[in-house]
């Protein structure tokens, strides 16, 4: 069996895997952000975050809180073929080397600088290195991640959606603070269900919200995953916290949606046009972050990741929205960037971006 040993650091979290034999191979390094969970470890090794729990089930004698780890703990991280990594916690500060990489291209040789050209801001310098890094970067990035589309609010008389249950209470085998009335990532709760859900699906909880002269907003609240259930019951688990998660909350299916890396909206002429109904926030004033919905959907080829925008006089764009979740006949977009409150209802919108079709 092949094991091998990682370090990663509690600040800026370093993995260094070694074989658990002796050998003569060199240590496998990888770097990752601070905060990093166990929900954040799988999606590195596994390319699957919702396989975190496969990490804690295997580490439930020294991880009993999955979403805490300290210097000194040794993660085993099971690898599919009866082997497994082990990643050791240790202080920021080591310096790590990952020989499993290919080695890198040599540098490009860059051009001779130009006689009798002072090198200033406007030199033309025609290398491409850094316009090659981020190129690199850009083929990796999902436009629209899949947390954001989860997140996103919509209008539940416009929307095709199912509420299976709700929220009951926090699970009676999980330790909490006695005060404790919102939901924390990880935290077990009890949902009371119409029906048996299947052991592994994913859930959203949401709250309903009403709006003067819009109708009922939903929110979204937390992602679960079904641990257990019956006719009538459930155990679920909340992997991702995307608002308050309190009792009460109903669950809904999670959106089937699976970004493609790498593809980016391209620009569009004359694109349709679509007015905004409202906000999902109801405030005075707002800004980039903040929802919108808008009065085409699906039907009309609508499209996660399109961007729509606000323009005066035929050349200032004021303000772009993207749009995160599409059903039928309505959109939701989250503000993007804004010159001014140019975002009223009512207020028409043309698409200025469409997402390309993907496989």
């Given at each position: 069996?092949?094991?091998?040993?990682?370090?990663?650091?509690?600040?800026?979290?370093?993995?260094?895997?070694?074989?658990?034999?002796?050998?003569?191979?060199?240590?496998?390094?990888?770097?990752?952000?601070?905060?990093?969970?166990?929900?954040?470890?799988?999606?590195?090794?596994?390319?699957?975050?919702?396989?975190?729990?496969?990490?804690?089930?295997?580490?439930?004698?020294?991880?009993?809180?999955?979403?805490?780890?300290?210097?000194?703990?040794?993660?085993?991280?099971?690898?599919?073929?009866?082997?497994?990594?082990?990643?050791?916690?240790?202080?920021?500060?080591?310096?790590?080397?990952?020989?499993?990489?290919?080695?890198?291209?040599?540098?490009?040789?860059?051009?001779?600088?130009?006689?009798?050209?002072?090198?200033?801001?406007?030199?033309?310098?025609?290398?491409?290195?850094?316009?090659?890094?981020?190129?690199?970067?850009?083929?990796?990035?999902?436009?629209?991640?899949?947390?954001?589309?989860?997140?996103?609010?919509?209008?539940?008389?416009?929307?095709?959606?199912?509420?299976?249950?709700?929220?009951?209470?926090?699970?009676?085998?999980?330790?909490?603070?006695?005060?404790?009335?919102?939901?924390?990532?990880?935290?077990?709760?009890?949902?009371?269900?119409?029906?048996?859900?299947?052991?592994?699906?994913?859930?959203?909880?949401?709250?309903?919200?009403?709006?003067?002269?819009?109708?009922?907003?939903?929110?979204?609240?937390?992602?679960?995953?079904?641990?257990?259930?019956?006719?009538?019951?459930?155990?679920?688990?909340?992997?991702v916290a995307l608002d308050r998660v309190m009792v009460g909350?109903?669950?809904?299916?999670?959106?089937?949606?699976?970004?493609?890396?790498?593809?980016?909206?391209?620009?569009?002429?004359?694109?349709?046009?679509?007015?905004?109904?409202?906000?999902?926030?109801?405030?005075?004033?707002?800004?980039?972050?903040?929802?919108?919905?808008?009065?085409?959907?699906?039907?009309?080829?609508?499209?996660?990741?399109?961007?729509?925008?606000?323009?005066?006089?035929?050349?200032?764009?004021?303000?772009?929205?993207?749009?995160?979740?599409?059903?039928?006949?309505?959109?939701?977009?989250?503000?993007?960037?804004?010159?001014?409150?140019?975002?009223?209802?009512?207020?028409?919108?043309?698409?200025?971006?469409?997402?390309?079709?993907?496989?």
């Open positions: 069996m092949r094991r091998a040993a990682a370090i990663l650091s509690f600040a800026t979290l370093v993995l260094l895997a070694v074989p658990a034999t002796a050998s003569a191979q060199e240590p496998v390094e990888h770097t990752v952000s601070a905060g990093n969970t166990l929900w954040d470890l799988a999606e590195r090794f596994y390319g699957d975050p919702f396989q975190w729990r496969t990490i804690w089930e295997a580490n439930l004698e020294t991880i009993p809180n999955p979403d805490l780890i300290f210097p000194g703990q040794v993660i085993r991280i099971p690898d599919g073929q009866g082997g497994f990594l082990e990643v050791r916690v240790v202080p920021e500060g080591t310096e790590t080397v990952d020989p499993r990489e290919p080695p890198a291209d040599p540098a490009p040789e860059l051009p001779q600088e130009r006689p009798g050209i002072e090198r200033t801001i406007f030199y033309p310098d025609t290398t491409s290195v850094a316009g090659q890094f981020f190129r690199e970067v850009e083929a990796r990035l999902v436009m629209v991640p899949r947390q954001v589309v989860l997140g996103a609010p919509f209008l539940t008389d416009r929307a095709d959606f199912e509420a299976v249950g709700e929220l009951t209470g926090f699970s009676a085998d999980y330790a909490l603070r006695s005060n404790q009335t919102t939901a924390q990532p990880f935290n077990r709760m009890e949902a009371r269900t119409t029906r048996s859900l299947p052991v592994g699906s994913h859930w959203v909880s949401i709250r309903r919200e009403l709006r003067p002269d819009l109708g009922e907003v939903a929110i979204p609240t937390g992602l679960f995953t079904v641990l257990a259930s019956e006719e009538e019951g459930a155990r679920l688990i909340l992997d909350n109903e669950l809904i299916a999670a959106l089937e949606y699976a970004p493609e890396p790498g593809v980016r909206p391209q620009a569009e002429e004359g694109g349709p046009t679509a007015r905004v109904l409202g906000y999902a926030l109801d405030a005075a004033l707002h800004g980039p972050g903040d929802h919108l919905f808008l009065d085409q959907g699906e039907a009309s080829g609508v499209h996660v990741g399109d961007e729509f925008t606000v323009v005066f006089g035929g050349q200032m764009t004021e303000a772009v929205a993207q749009v995160v979740r599409v059903d039928s006949n309505t959109a939701s977009a989250r503000i993007l960037r804004m010159r001014s409150a140019v975002f009223l209802d009512g207020a028409e919108l043309v698409r200025s971006r469409r997402m390309p079709a993907t496989r």
